[in-house]
């Protein structure tokens, strides 16, 4: 069983339970169900660095990230070095994060946040948009192209964007709707945890420049940006080398201060 399928049968009996405690009707009637979104695509072509930073305390290729760090902490530090939005991992089972972990990175600040989950099912779009989220998470790996489009579609209903992740050509093919506004491509290989940027260069010209276009994973210097920017990436999603640190605000702040 990949990484991924282990998560996805979790996930599956996760939100069935949430579901039951908490229906979609009631998310409905939340203060920001209802809410104006800010687009995090519009954020990332607007701005000269299109910084992702997520919120990270763990992973399944790393047990101890950074558990020291408060989510409002790490948030305002992201929004004042100036990054175009933050991801911030809801899955609380192989990431250590929450649903109210982006509730609180809501409350904080006012820039475009992502929720960072394994989607596979309507309810967890209805829960981002009422957690505060403008954007969601798709990996193409665990959806079908019928699933793809029904929950892209539902995301821009509710005027969320869409960060649709791939991990290689094929799953590309897939992902190229309408209803997607960023296409991202992993460069962790999930089946060893290794990463390499050759993934995002080897897809970079087969993505239709209609899409922003992310990198993500294993970005650590300010020369694999620059890099990734010659070949069409607009944004970069940074997790672990930003939350490594004692103070991820300070460390995303001194790496845009050496890219502009
Ligand atoms: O990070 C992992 O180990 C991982 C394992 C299995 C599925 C997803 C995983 N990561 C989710 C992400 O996409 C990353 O957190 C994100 O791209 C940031 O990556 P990094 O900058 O390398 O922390």
Known sequence: MTILEKITAYKIKEVSAKQEAFPVALLQKSNWYQRETTSL???IKTSSTGII?????????KQNINNAVQVPDVATGYENAGVSGMSVLTDTTFFGGSIDDLAMARTAVAMPLLRKEFIIDPYQIHEAKAYGADAILLIAACLTVQQLKE????AKSLQLDVLLEVHNDEELRKSLLPTVDMLGVNNRNLKTFKTSLDASKQLASVIPDDFVKISESGISTVSAIKELKTVGYQGFLIGETFMKTENPGKSAAQFLNQLQ
Do not use: I, W
């Open 151 to 154: 929950f892209s579609s539902l």
């Open 41 to 43: 695509a519009r954020a």
């Open 53 to 61: 930073a997520e919120h990270k305390r763990r992973s399944p290729s």
